[in-house]
Structure formats: structure tokens, C-alpha cells
């Protein structure tokens, strides 16, 4: 018997937004690095994230130690843009308070209104 040795196409591809993921998943290339990197199995990894095969969670493994450089500063300039658009995003709403406006916006709804239930408890 022959074995025949061909390439397997690389499981991942860039979306609209120049997001690296899985292909045919919503898993980015930087949610499976993360999770090798804090010492979990590609087994672990699959349990996690089950829309992901085991071959392409290896897959994806692989390619991040043959191009290790190369993924590390995709992720810096992943980190970058978060960062940018974060500072966009409190500069337009403050986030100052935030929760406390949150909390009293929740605390108004649940009220009941005296108005409706005529100052009765219904």
C-alpha cells in the first residue's frame, strides 16, 4: 500500500472586519492561541469549543508554532485596534457612572407605577 502524502488546506480565514477565525465558526484565531498558551490540550479546546473539529483545532496549533512570529503580531495588532477602538468608544459615552446610570435606569422599570394600579398592591 502507498501512502499518499498531500496538503490539507489551513482552517482559518480573515473576515469582513480582518478577524482571523476558524472557517465556518465564529472562534477567532486568537480564542484557540489563548487557550494552547494557558496550557490547555487541543482535546480541552475542543470540549470548550465544540463548533470546532479536534483536526482543526491541531491544525491550528500547528500553524501557530511554524509561524509563531508572525501570528504574535497579528494578535499585537488585534490588541491595537481594541485598544484604539476602546478609546474611541469612551470618548463618545463616558464610563464613568456607567453602572450606578444602569442600576438606577433597572430600578425605575422594576417601580411599580402607584399611578395604574391605583395605589393598590395588585
Known amino acids: 500500500m502507498t501512502l499518499v502524502l498531500e496538503s490539507q ?3 482559518l480565514q480573515t473576515d469582513a472586519d480582518g478577524v482571523v477565525r476558524v472557517a465556518g465558526t465564529r472562534v477567532t484565531l486568537e480564542t484557540i492561541v489563548a487557550a494552547f498558551k ?3 490540550t487541543a482535546e ?3 470540549h470548550d469549543y465544540p463548533v470546532v473539529t479536534l483536526v482543526d483545532i491541531y491544525a491550528v496549533i500547528t500553524f501557530y508554532l511554524r509561524q ?3 501570528v504574535e503580531g497579528y494578535l499585537a495588532e488585534q490588541r491595537r485596534a481594541g485598544q484604539d477602538m476602546r478609546h474611541q468608544m469612551e470618548g463618545r459615552f463616558d464610563p464613568q457612572g456607567i453602572r450606578d446610570r444602569l442600576l438606577a ?3 425605575a422599570k422594576e417601580q411599580p407605577d402607584a399611578a395604574t394600579s391605583g395605589g393598590r398592591e395588585l
Open 9 to 11: 488546506p489551513l482552517p
Open 38 to 40: 494557558q496550557g490547555a
Open 44 to 46: 480541552q479546546i475542543a
Open 68 to 70: 509563531r512570529e508572525a
Open 105 to 107: 435606569r433597572r430600578a
